[in-house]
């Protein structure tokens, strides 16, 4: 939503200026949201930019698709009795002024070091690790395998949360810290990690785990079930046009599949999510906004079966209730015998999470978790000495801000480790 100058000065004026910083506190990347708007009140725009730029290289990109009210405006001190300061509005308008005016990213040296490194992928993690070592005077390639950077940003958010151009400029703006890219070039098919570890004197992996899970019941692998990762990375759709689909889950990519399907023309689309609805993980916003477009809701709902012959034909589910169990820190959700439902169906999309693509994580060689993500210390190093990982291959908190902070983070371990 674009929102006018006077309308973003009132937005900036709300915010009391705390000096115990509650909102920095909420925010995955410790902007210092206070002096952020404190720039921003007194139309300082460049200055506002460039506060943000002491932390995150994707202003722009977080003001959009951040979950703003679990994080920064979350913690907001205004919200307690009544509505926390519009913290993601106010950051994608600067972000959209750096990039109409040009406002680049301020590099923290203009010193050329004499080490360099590789980053294998070029999604929020990996772009925010390149953009760090560059500001820092590090000379760094990034492999992409795909013809454009962004990763998740370009192959999992749709276009109607965030906008490509506005993606696309930004990278740019990171670019032109003087980041190299070689595009096209898929770990395993076109070159080995033992390679970059002969070439690079660090390495930082930052691909994604974008593989949908699978709940392991009956039916699963019948035609017309899909992974919702898949669908939203690929953009290849079944024709759904006057089909009723079920999608499982209740994180952001349910949500994100569920109201790009209800777009490509399906008749009815329905959530369905085993817990209650104030234990869904997606963003209260993207659930209200799925509401308004009129996808439907079925919560305290688990789907047992898929039945069909030859193809989905319904799906066989039952209710749950949730019940308080010792060792757990929330409720659990237990079927209520006899329950069980039918429901007709064309296709169901599977959205219940996400894990690393087996054959990427077996090229690397890396020491594991049990969870199947590469294992790292404190300084985001793996079993291999000089490489390092983040984002979500590495098991961080499934947003944009968090694989953006581990990314930030693991680049200044780098330094540390080169600077030895």
Same mark, same amino acid.
């Given at each position: ?38 720039? /921003?009140?007194?139309?300082k725009?460049? *200055? ?11 202003? &722009? ?36 002024l ?5 406002? *680049?990213? &301020?590099?923290?040296t ?9 980053? /294998? ?15 820092n005077?590090y ?6 395998k795909?013809?454009?950077l ?7 958010? &749709? ?26 070039k ?7 990690? *033992? ?10 992996i ?13 039916g699963?692998?019948?035609?017309g079930?899909?992974?919702g ?18 999608v ?7 949500m ?24 869904? &993980? ?11 477009? *009129?996808?439907?809701?079925?919560f ?22 949730l ?5 757990e ?19 169901? /999309?599977?959205? /219940?999470?996400s894990?690393p ?13 049990t ?7 404190e ?7 000089k ?5 979500d ?6 947003t ?21």
């Open positions: 939503m674009k929102y006018s100058k006077e309308e973003i000065s009132n937005k900036a004026n709300y915010c009391l200026g705390c000096k115990v910083k509650m909102c920095r506190k909420g925010c995955p990347l410790e902007n210092d949201i206070t002096q952020f708007i404190a720039y /921003v009140k007194e139309e725009y460049e *200055e506002a930019y460039r506060i943000l730029c002491d932390t995150t290289v994707l202003s &722009p990109i977080c003001g959009r698709i951040c979950p703003h009210k679990s994080q920064c405006e979350g913690s907001c001190v205004r919200g307690i009795k009544g509505e926390s300061v519009s913290i993601g509005d106010l950051e994608a308008y600067v972000g959209n750096a990039i109409e005016y040009g406002y *680049e990213i &301020p590099k923290f203009e010193e050329r070091k004499n080490k360099k490194i590789a980053v /294998v992928g070029g999604g929020p993690a990996g772009l925010t690790a390149s953009a760090w070592l560059a500001r005077g000379p760094v390639t990034i492999y992409e795909y013809d454009k962004g990763g998740i940003l370009r192959h999992g958010i &749709p276009g109607f949360r965030l906008e490509k151009d506005i993606l696309d400029k930004q990278i740019e703006k990171i670019l032109r810290l003087g980041i190299q890219v070689e595009y096209g898929s770990l395993g098919k076109d070159y080995r990690l *033992e390679e970059l570890e002969k070439e690079y004197d660090a390495i930082f930052g691909i994604g785990a974008n593989i949908s899970a699978s709940m392991g019941i009956k699963e692998n019948l035609p079930v899909y992974g990762n898949e669908l939203l990375e690929h953009n290849c759709h079944p024709d759904y046009v006057g089909k009723t689909v079920a499982i889950g209740g994180g952001n990519v349910a994100d599949t569920v109201r790009t399907i209800k777009r490509l023309g399906a008749k009815e689309v329905t959530i369905i999510y085993r817990r209650a609805e104030k234990q869904m &993980p997606a963003e209260r916003k993207e659930i209200e906004d799925a509401k308004k477009e *009129e996808i439907k809701f079925l305290q709902t688990n789907v047992t079966a898929i039945h069909g012959e030859e193809k989905v034909e319904e799906i066989e589910c039952i209710k749950t209730e019940i308080k169990k010792e060792g820190t929330r409720e659990v959700p237990v079927d209520i015998k006899g329950s069980n439902f039918i429901l007709p169906m064309d296709y169901v /999309v599977m959205a /219940v999470g894990k693509e087996e054959n990427v994580v077996k090229e690397l060689g890396l020491e594991l978790t969870r199947g993500n590469i294992k790292i210390d300084n985001y190093r793996t079993s291999r000495q490489v390092f990982a983040g984002g291959i590495s098991g961080t908190k499934a944009v801000a968090w694989a953006s902070r581990s990314g930030r983070e693991a680049a200044k371990a780098i330094m540390r480790f080169l600077e030895e």
